[in-house]
């Protein structure tokens, strides 16, 4: 942990941060897309190691959404060869610092060996008492709450819950994101200012910081920036 770093007040327990840029990030270099991706990753690693080491509880980073499979064939392969090597080596290397990694989004659309790995890693970092990293990975928020829709008028249509007993509380636990707390802040760095289907139920009271930064750039520092900005925010949840 940086020592002394002056975060404005306490870390908030869950981040949500939106990987977006990598694309442009190559181009400014000249380079296929594809090498953002790679330079994107790297930093994935790097910003989720930080945020473990400041004592965040939860991280949540958007990774590929529903929305992902429309780009070019060769772009999504290369990502998919970037989740299996970072599955093998990245995540790995995150056991060793107490970091239990969940995988939220519609996994069974990926390749067997992807899944199979994606089923590993979380199977034997379950154990693990430190951070809880959610990967986003074919997530898309409104596919999320769909399920959880379904899943609920299954359960009524099996007798086992009333519509009455359809509580804000029953939904939330109905999401990927059960038993976890909201996310107190969502950053989008890129420039970009949209939400982009990420986290839409557990995002109502979210707070949102937005930087004029590509993802491959973004640094642990922007990091630190994002919470003061966060802690100097009056947050009311619809009151005065
Ligand atoms: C958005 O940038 C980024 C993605 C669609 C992929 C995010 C993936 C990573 C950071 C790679 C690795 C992650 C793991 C878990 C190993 P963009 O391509 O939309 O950028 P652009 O808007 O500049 O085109």
């Given at each position: 942990m940086a020592e002394g770093t002056d975060f404005g007040g306490a870390v908030p327990q869950h981040i949500g941060i939106i990987m977006d840029g990598n694309g442009r990030w190559a181009k400014k270099r000249g380079l296929p897309r594809t090498a953002g991706h790679t330079a994107g990753a790297q930093n994935f690693r790097t910003i989720t190691r930080y945020a473990a080491s400041i004592g965040m509880k939860y991280l949540t980073l958007y990774?590929?959404?529903?929305?992902?499979?429309?780009?070019?064939a060769a772009e999504v392969s290369a990502l998919m060869r970037l989740f299996r090597q970072y599955m093998e080596e990245a995540l790995t290397d995150f056991m060793d610092e107490n970091i239990r990694v969940r995988f939220i989004g519609?996994?069974?659309?990926?390749a067997p060996k992807l899944r199979e790995l994606i089923a590993e890693v979380e199977e034997s970092s379950a154990p693990k008492t430190g951070m809880v990293l959610n990967l986003a990975m074919n997530y898309g928020g409104r596919a999320e709450l769909t399920r959880a829709m379904r899943q609920i008028g299954e359960k009524i249509r099996r007798g086992e819950m009333r519509p009455e007993d359809v509580t804000e509380d029953v939904i939330s636990a109905h999401l990927y994101t059960a038993g976890q707390p909201d996310p107190d802040l969502v950053i989008r760095p890129s420039g970009e200012e949209r939400?982009?289907?990420?986290l839409l139920w557990q995002s109502a009271y979210t707070e949102f910081v937005y930087f004029d930064i590509l993802w491959p750039d973004f640094k642990s520092s922007d990091l630190d920036e994002a919470i003061r900005i966060f802690n100097h925010r009056n947050r009311r949840y619809g009151g005065v």
């Open positions: 990774a590929f959404s529903t929305e992902n499979w429309s780009r070019p519609d996994t069974s659309a990926f939400i982009s289907n990420f």
